[in-house]
């Protein structure tokens, strides 16, 4: 039973973390909740957490797993892999950050001019939003819920809100 399970986890790693590429496009889906911190790796869904400690020692469901010499040399590389990529996860979710600060300066910018009072309020909103989610991402530490309700909730709304409310405030002016 232990190796099935073993054996569905490093499966169910490299099936879970495959990504499809084309020329103009990357899509990723991830259905398990992923996070490294402390350089203890977990993943987890509503039936398991496995996790992967600082030593490259399983645990599943809190219960340590016994490993032969080849397992362990998967598990080792497979655990050095995730971590190295967790830098490489939050330069593109700057990168994303950054990209959004761009295309609103561009979107606003041409509009008002980018030496307008209102686009440079706007802006600084915009940054302000941005430097909040940069503080939640970490170069060392990674946790795909933490993510996710930081872009999906909080960074969605706001935009939304800081959209609304800027078109509310600058209608009347570029309609006059």
Known sequence: MKQLIIGTLVSLCVMGTSVQASDDSCNFQFDHDLSVIDNQITLSDAAI????????QLYINDELQSLSSEQQALLDSYAGNIRLLIPEITAIALEGVSLGIDAASLALGSLLGQ???DYLEFMQRIQELADNIILKLDLENFDSKRIEATFDNE?????EALVEQTVNELTPRLMA
């Open 49 to 56: 957490t496995i996790s992967i400690d600082g030593n490259n």
């Open 155 to 159: 960074f969605e709304k706001e935009i």
């Open 115 to 117: 030496g307008d009072p």
